[in-house]
């Protein structure tokens, strides 16, 4: 259940949450509630105590953050034994300069049931005229809030599903697309809409809608969804109870939504059973919304994700006494290589490209490179000399392509990726995320943009032969730069997947070539984790 404001609890002590009911709509596991227009701080904690104690004993504090006068509160059942994990928060402020609190996002996310969930509670610009400045906003919450989850990615990109809420400010623009000189007056465009709505005609305001603009331009909200809107716009009313009594100041308008954004291997499985406005609510010149959801639990395969470690695979007994065994890395490249002598897969690119990315150098350029995670974050394996800022064994990457927008990769400078599954119906359970950098010297590499792609199964690619061992799909997919695919180019190629012998074996003489020699990706002996 999506609606409202926010609680706090340690990753180290989880909090207990309750396994599905038969009727998850009335009874659900978790509930948020986001706020954008608390005044006093006092009123804050009355609001959150009055939440707590409406729900009752039977519900527990998962997070809960303010910023200025926006607020976030999760909550979860108690009744069941299933935990909350692997708790992470962050924050944004994009008011006044950047920098004022008035305007920004607030971001939790946890696992629960093996599910990654991220809430979102949001308070964009606001005024009609102001429409690129929301969806500045919202790029810059996603840039500003990315160190909240356990590897280099945003919001967008890292979780199962990402839910936003709040007073995201996007008005009813009649006149957009049309020429200044006709363009409707104020008091015309607020009859027009209030007619609209006199008449139930809501399809009708929203073809006027700038969120729907904004994300079917790619400008904003890409790849989000909503449930349909079948109730009247949420602001701007008076103060009172009932259905609203719109201020003839601003044009009506659906100010305050309830929108998610699922991984590619969990799409689907979000279903909205209601998402209505709360007429009864006075206290503010918006209507609330309430939004209930139902989410298909991920089933991540448990060989690369364990929730109680927040989602990330335990390194195992004997790949810690493997590691201790030998002089050096001796040990542990002797365990690597058994371990890849079973049933594991083998990822391969060809004809890898990227056209039209961002520019991040001087002179207009980058120097591209491209880097693999995955959704669990644990399913590739990796090189343990390269580290990242959190001391994390470094994910594969691809070389550099010096000073172009448009690079392409040989074949044999893309590396061959090795997932930690051995069926085919596990992989189906995973999402490969492909991030496009630029090198840097003398600063931390700039994210370019992300691209999500479903690993070729036997479920994905349904026109494969009957025992196949290998599959693939060709692809062209916008990148996605904070949020948005309107400026950021292209990435394409063709995606594999080999359960062969043969490949296998290419594969372990290309790794082990890199133990004995130099590693293709980074000019250093290595092993791969």
Known sequence: EAGGEAGTTSPEKPTKAASPSSSPSASPDATASGGAACQFAWLTNLWEVGITEHLGKDWAVVDHSNLGQMKLMVLARTTSGHACTGVTRAKSACGIGGVVPNKGGILTGFHIRNTYLGFMSAHLAAHMEHWATRDANYAEILRETMHAGPRDLDAAVQFDHLFWVGDLNYRVDRDHGRPKDQHHTKEENWAAVKQLIDDKDYAAILQHDQLHHSRARGSAWVGFEEADIAF??????????????????????????????????????????????????????????????????????????????????????????????????????????????????????????????????????????????????????????????????????????????????????????????????????????????????????????????????????????????????????????????????????????????????????????????????????????
């Open 232 to 529: 009247d716009p949420t602001f701007k009313v008076e103060r009172s109870v009932g259905p609203g009594q719109y201020k003839a100041k601003r044009v009506p308008a659906f100010c305050d939504r309830v929108l998610w954004r699922s991984a590619p291997h969990t799409q689907g499985n979000v279903e909205c059973t209601m998402y209505k406005g709360v007429p009864l609510v006075s206290t503010s010149d918006h209507k609330p919304v309430i939004a209930d959801v139902r989410i298909k639990v991920s089933t991540p395969p448990p060989e690369v994700y364990n929730m109680r470690n927040h989602g990330k695979m335990l390194r195992s007994q004997s790949a810690r006494k493997a590691s201790a065994a030998g002089d050096g890395n001796e040990g542990m490249i002797a365990y690597a290589l058994e371990k890849r002598r079973r049933v594991w897969p083998v990822v391969s690119f060809s004809g890898l490209k990227a056209d039209g990315i961002v520019s991040s150098d001087f002179g207009g350029t980058s120097d591209p490179y491209l880097t693999f995670y995955t959704n669990p974050s644990d399913v590739l394996w990796r090189h343990p000399h390269k580290t990242d800022h959190t001391g994390a064994a470094h994910p594969p990457q691809t070389a550099i392509e010096p000073k172009t927008l448009n690079p392409r990769w040989a074949d044999e400078k893309v590396p061959m990726l090795h997932p930690r599954v051995n069926t085919d119906a596990a992989l189906d359970n995973c999402s490969l995320i492909i991030s496009v950098k630029d090198s840097d010297l003398m600063t931390a590499d700039d994210v370019l943009g992300y691209v999500s792609l479903r690993f070729p199964t036997r479920a994905f690619c349904k026109d494969a032969p009957v025992g196949a061992q290998e599959f693939s799909y060709d692809f062209d997919e916008p990148i996605l730069f904070e949020g948005t695919t309107g400026k950021s180019g292209r990435l394409s190629g063709n995606i594999k997947v080999s359960w062969t012998d043969d490949m296998r074996l290419t594969a372990l003489e290309w790794y082990e070539s890199e133990y004995s020699d130099v590693c293709k990706c980074c000019n250093t002996a290595c092993t791969v984790m």
